[in-house]
C-alpha cells in the first residue's frame, strides 16, 4: 500500500520525540496491551508504530469503529435522496414488524434518533439468548422508552441501520461505501465486515481495516469529507454528525465517554472527537492543536484501559505542546532514541518469574477432573526449561487440544475449535501459580487466562475469557488431582 501522508520528524510539526517515548513508555507501565499507535498532525506522520506481528498491512478487527461507517453510509444515501434522517424506521422495513404491529415507542422511532442512540431500547436485542435474526430483534424486542429522549448505546439499532444500507443501496456496506468514497481514498482491498447468522453486515463491530485506513477515515471526516480537493462526504452532513446530539454524561462510566454524542461519533475532551472501537480501537482528532491519535489495543480485562490510552494523550503530548504552530528545533539524538523506541515494540508479555522450584514436580504430569462447569477431563503441563517454553495438553468437550505458550516470550498458533491466531506467553506470578494469557489476534480481539494453582497433589484451574462472544467454555474455576 503507498504511503499517502507524507512522514516528518515529531520535531517538524512542533512535537518533542520525548513526548511521543513517554506516551509510549506510560502504557507499558501501564500494562495495557498496545498493537498499534500513529500521531499525525498538519497533514504529517510523525509517529507510526507497530507492536509485532502486527504490520501496516495487518487488518484489525475495529469493533465499533464499523459505527461511525454506517452514519457515513445513511449520509451518503440521504445525499442521494433515498432516505431522510426524518424517516420512521419501520417504514422501511414492514417486513420485520411483529403480526400484532409495531408498538408505538417503535412507530416513533426516526434515523436521526438512532444516529445519536437515543433509541427506544436500553440495551442491544440481538444479544437476547436464542436471537438468530439480529435485524428481526430490533423490531420485535419490547421497546423500554420514548425514541429521542435517552442516551443507551444500543449496537442494534447501528446494526439495523447497516442492514438499511445494504437494503436501499443494493449492496453490502463496505462495498457501497467503496463505490462513494473508500476506493478513492486507497482503503485496503481486502478489508472486510463480518456478517451476522444471515448474512448482514455486523454494522455495530465488524469491520476488519488497517489502523493506516482509519487513519485515513478520520482525516476525511476532519476535513468534512473533502480528499484533495474533492467533497466526497456530504460536508453539512459530517459537520453535523461531529456535533453533540445526545448526552451520554449521567450513563457512560468513563471521563471520555460522558462528553457527548454525535451521530455514531463520540465527542472528547478538549473538543475533540473520536471513533471509537471497544478494547482501545480509537480514531481521535483535535482541531484546535490539529492532530490526530490512531491506536488499535487489547485493554479488555484491564479496567479503565482506554481511558489510561486518552490520558497519555492528553497529558504526554496534547498538554505539552506549545501555543505556536511553528516546528521545534531538530534534535538528532531525541528522534534516534524515538526510532528506536518504536521499532522495537513487540505484542504484550505477561510479566513474571520463568522458572519456579516447582517445575520438576509438576512437568509432564497428568491431572484428572471431577465433573466441572468447562467440561475439562485432564490436562497435562510441559515445560522446556532450557528452551523457556511450554505446552498445555488438555482434553475437554469437544477433544483433545494444545497451547503452546512461551516463559518471557509470546509463542504463536490457532486456537483450537476456533482456528484464530493467537499469541501466548506464561510466568510463574507466585512460585505456585503459573498463569498463561492466551491473546486473541484474529478477526476476533481478546484474550484468555489459564491460571494453573498447585499444591500437593491437586491443581486448581481458573479458566477466564475477555471475548466479546466466543471462548464461553473458558469461564470457570475447579480442582484435579494427578494421577
Request: hydrophobic share 25%; aromatic share 10%; proline share 7%.
Given at each position: 500500500m503507498n504511503k499517502l501522508f507524507p512522514s516528518a520528524t515529531p520535531e517538524e510539526v512542533g512535537i518533542d520525540s520525548r513526548f511521543l517515548i513517554n506516551f509510549l513508555k506510560r502504557l507499558e507501565k501501564q500494562l495495557i496491551p498496545m498493537h498499534s499507535a500513529l500521531i499525525m498532525r498538519h497533514s504529517k506522520l510523525c509517529m507510526e508504530t507497530y507492536y509485532k506481528p502486527?504490520?501496516?498491512?495487518t487488518l484489525h478487527r475495529m469493533f465499533s469503529i464499523t459505527k461511525s461507517f454506517v452514519s457515513i453510509g445513511i449520509g451518503l444515501l440521504a445525499e442521494e435522496g433515498k432516505l431522510s434522517l426524518d424517516d420512521k424506521i419501520i417504514d422501511h422495513f414492514p417486513e420485520k414488524l411483529p403480526p400484532e404491529g409495531a408498538h408505538p415507542y417503535l412507530e416513533m422511532l426516526t434515523i436521526k434518533d438512532m444516529l445519536a442512540m437515543t433509541t427506544c431500547h436500553d440495551k442491544t436485542t440481538y444479544k437476547a439468548a436464542g436471537v438468530t435474526d439480529w435485524v428481526g430483534s430490533f423490531f420485535t424486542v419490547k421497546p423500554t422508552h420514548v425514541p429521542g429522549t435517552n442516551f443507551a448505546y444500543d449496537t442494534s439499532s447501528t446494526h439495523t441501520l447497516g442492514a438499511l444500507i445494504e437494503k436501499l443501496s443494493g449492496m453490502?456496506?463496505?462495498?457501497y461505501l467503496r463505490v462513494k468514497f473508500l476506493d478513492e481514498i486507497g482503503f485496503s482491498k481486502d478489508a472486510y465486515i463480518l456478517k451476522d447468522p444471515n448474512g448482514v453486515s455486523m454494522g455495530g463491530s465488524g469491520l476488519c481495516a488497517t489502523p493506516y485506513d482509519i487513519l485515513k477515515v478520520i482525516y476525511l471526516v476532519a476535513n468534512d469529507g473533502v480528499w484533495n480537493g474533492k467533497q466526497l462526504l456530504p460536508a453539512d452532513y459530517i459537520r453535523s454528525a461531529k456535533q453533540m446530539h445526545s448526552d451520554p454524561f449521567g450513563k457512560q462510566g468513563s471521563l471520555e465517554e460522558m462528553q457527548g454524542y454525535g451521530y455514531q461519533i463520540w465527542l472528547t475532551q478538549n473538543n475533540g472527537y473520536v471513533l471509537f472501537g471497544m478494547a482501545g480501537q480509537l480514531a481521535l482528532y483535535v482541531p484546535d492543536k490539529d492532530i490526530f491519535m490512531v491506536t488499535t489495543a487489547d485493554t479488555m480485562g484491564r479496567q479503565g484501559g482506554v481511558q489510561f490510552i486518552y490520558d497519555a494523550f492528553w497529558e504526554e503530548i496534547y498538554n505539552k505542546l506549545p501555543d505556536t504552530d511553528a516546528p521545534l528545533p531538530?534534535?538528532?539524538?531525541?528522534?534516534?532514541e524515538f526510532t528506536g523506541f518504536c521499532s522495537l515494540r513487540s505484542l504484550f508479555v505477561i510479566p513474571?518469574?520463568?522458572?519456579?522450584?516447582?517445575?520438576d514436580s509438576i512437568?509432564?504430569?497428568?491431572?484428572?477432573f471431577d465433573d466441572n462447569c468447562c467440561d475439562f477431563k485432564e490436562m497435562t503441563l510441559s515445560i522446556d526449561k532450557e528452551a523457556l517454553k511450554g505446552v498445555l495438553s488438555y482434553e475437554n468437550a469437544s477433544g483433545r487440544h494444545e497451547i503452546s505458550f512461551g516463559l518471557g516470550s509470546n509463542v504463536f498458533g490457532r486456537f483450537p475449535d476456533y482456528d484464530l491466531k493467537y499469541a501466548a506467553s506464561a510466568a510463574f506470578r507466585m512460585p505456585d501459580t503459573l498463569l498463561i494469557k492466551i491473546q486473541i489476534i484474529d478477526s476476533a480481539i481478546g484474550n484468555l487466562f489459564f491460571s494453573l494453582n498447585f499444591k500437593d497433589k491437586y491443581v486448581t484451574v481458573m479458566l477466564r475469557k475477555l471475548e466479546e462472544t466466543l471462548f464461553n467454555e473458558y469461564n470457570g474455576v475447579f480442582s484435579g488431582v494427578r494421577n
Open positions: 502486527y504490520t501496516r498491512d453490502d456496506i463496505l462495498s531538530s534534535n538528532p539524538a531525541a528522534y534516534d513474571g518469574n520463568t522458572d519456579s522450584p516447582i517445575i512437568n509432564n504430569v497428568t491431572y484428572t
